[in-house]
């Protein structure tokens, strides 16, 4: 038998023999019970919480410019904003660019940067060939010579 099934039947006999004193003091501890197991219910959700969070700290590993973080044992690598993680402990996803850039999506973060310098430099030479490709056929329909 539980410590709330205890009180329970101490308050019937209190009630069978019509002393509210012990009744009314019964009562209250039964309520300080069901306090502390809503306590002890919301400390165990904040432990696992906790628990949780300790087993990824475990797991992050930052790159070279520190600017995003991976799961050292996920195949794919995939990156996640360090700003997030240091402040939230959240795992957000950044999104990756096509000039190498990044930024966070979280609307309360929005951390940007430079996540692939190769990507970046590969990314101004197809825009500069774009610009180049268009100026060789504007002058080269153009009938004024510039």
Known sequence: MGMYEMIKDAINAAQKIGNIEIQQTLIEIQNQILDSQQEISRLRAENDALRDISELEKRIARNKSL????????????????????????????????????????????????????????????????????????????????
Request: one cysteine or more.
């Open 67 to 146: 600017t995003v973080v991976v799961l050292d044992d996920d195949d794919e690598q995939i990156p996640y904003c360090s700003c997030c993680w240091d402040t939230d402990r959240k795992l957000v996803q950044i999104i990756i660019k096509d000039d190498g850039k990044f930024r966070c999506p979280n609307k309360d973060c929005q951390n940007q940067g430079m996540f692939d310098k190769e990507m970046n430099v590969a990314y101004h030479k197809r825009v500069a060939n774009s610009y180049e490709r268009m100026n060789n056929e504007l002058r080269r329909k153009s009938p004024c010579q510039v």
